[in-house]
T-cell receptor, first 116, second 116 residues
Framework: AQKITQTQPGMFVQEKEAVTLDCTYDTSDQSYGLFWYKQPSSGEMIFLIYQGSYDEQNATEGRYSLNFQKARKSANLVISASQLGDSAMYFC?????????????FGTGTSLTVIP | DTGVSQDPRHKITKRGQNVTFRCDPISEHNRLYWYRQTLGQGPEFLTYFQNEAQLEKSRLLSDRFSAERPKGSFSTLEIQRTEQGDSAMYLCASSLAAGGPMETQYFGPGTRLLVL
């Protein structure tokens, strides 16, 4: 089974609108971390937002928020007020394992295009 | 505050040659990670270090791949007897060892390898 599943290969959103990028994960660990990264066409991976498995509140960072539904094992990224510069690939990632026994997984990504 | 740096940024080599990539992490970061990213895919975790100790290497792609971090600062990733299938972007990231948001990995610009 895939550890991280991103089911939307491509998404389009109108400028200034909100968009939700889906991510589901698979782990039996109680302690894990979830991350979203943005990768523009330049290739650099840019960290956006983090959610720990024990965090009770959804993470927010500026225009980014993470809709964390633990029972459903989903960690969707919400981008509000989309901007043209948001056009990029978006990757969901997970760290599982404790202490020195960590494993790291990325999804296949969602390509977001913001339309003027 | 300098970010993660990688050298070289691009490498073209002939099949069968050995290549070595260098990564310099963010200076206060204890952990250093290596990933491979092929076209259209998310990063694939290879190995990671905490200080000079290599904590996970079972996901290195074959015994042709090896990594070192001898003094707990910069790291090198070596690929011996390169094959055309090794052509990819090799990404390095670093983080603090602690859990929570401080486990967030920050990525370098990557080294793009082309094996002819």
């Amino acid at each position: 089974a895939q550890k991280i599943t991103q089911t939307q290969p491509g998404m389009f959103v109108q400028e200034k609108e909100a968009v939700t990028l889906d991510c589901t994960y698979d782990t039996s660990d109680q302690s894990y971390g979830l991350f979203w990264y943005k990768q523009p066409s330049s290739g650099e991976m840019i960290f956006l937002i983090y959610q720990g498995s024990y965090d009770e509140q959804n993470a927010t960072e500026g225009r980014y928020s993470l809709n964390f539904q633990k029972a459903r094992k989903s960690a969707n990224l919400v981008i509000s007020a989309s901007q043209l510069g948001d056009s990029a690939m978006y990757f969901c990632a997970m760290r599982e394992g404790r202490g020195t026994g960590n494993q790291f997984y990325f999804g296949t990504g969602t390509s977001l295009t913001v339309i003027p | 505050d300098t970010g993660v740096s990688q050298d070289p940024r691009h490498k073209i080599t002939k099949r069968g040659q050995n290549v070595t990539f260098r990564c310099d992490p963010i200076s206060e970061h204890n952990r250093l990670y290596w990933y491979r990213q092929t076209l259209g895919q998310g990063p694939e975790f290879l190995t990671y270090f905490q200080n000079e100790a290599q904590l996970e290497k079972s996901r290195l792609l074959s015994d042709r791949f090896s990594a070192e971090r001898p003094k707990g600062s910069f790291s090198t990733l070596e690929i011996q007897r390169t094959e055309q299938g090794d052509s990819a972007m090799y990404l390095c990231a670093s983080s603090l060892a602690a859990g929570g948001p401080m486990e967030t990995q920050y990525f370098g610009p990557g080294t793009r390898l082309l094996v002819l």
